[in-house]
């Protein structure tokens, strides 16, 4: 299985930009679809944004559509994503996932590996 490692999380003021980076090590990132999912103090993981393996399938929440984009580039193993206009509601650790299909990411299925996470803390 591919491993992950999440970075690039941090401290960011409402209305403001990040960029988490999730490395991949073990196998070719190519061959997974990747996602990225939250988890808020107190709720349930839930899903935030997925790529296909060759990048052309995208899928996003409703919550963050227009200000989340993820892309990847398989060259260096590493999927992103950008996070703009962010709001205190995004506060959250993110944690990447690969799995078999951006479809099946979108409701949390078909998942093969998960990374630990990285802390995004939106003040306001």
């Known amino acids: 299985q591919v491993q992950l490692v999440e970075s690039g999380g941090g401290l960011v003021q409402a209305g403001g930009s990040l960029r988490l980076s999730c490395a991949a090590s073990?196998?070719?990132?190519?061959?997974?679809?990747m996602g990225w999912f939250r988890q808020a103090p107190e709720k349930e993981r839930e899903f935030v944004a997925a790529i296909s393996g060759d990048g052309i399938v995208e899928y996003y929440a409703d919550s963050v559509k227009g200000r989340f984009t993820i892309s990847r580039d398989n060259a260096k193993n590493t999927v992103y994503l950008q996070m703009n206009t962010l709001k205190p509601e995004d506060t959250a650790v993110y944690y990447c996932?690969?799995?078999?299909?951006?479809?099946?990411?979108?409701?949390?299925?078909?998942?093969?590996?998960w990374g630990k996470g990285t802390l995004v803390t939106v003040s306001s």
């Open positions: 073990g196998r070719t990132l190519m061959s997974y679809a």
């Open positions: 996932a690969s799995g078999q299909t951006a479809r099946a990411l979108k409701v949390a299925g078909g998942i093969y590996s």
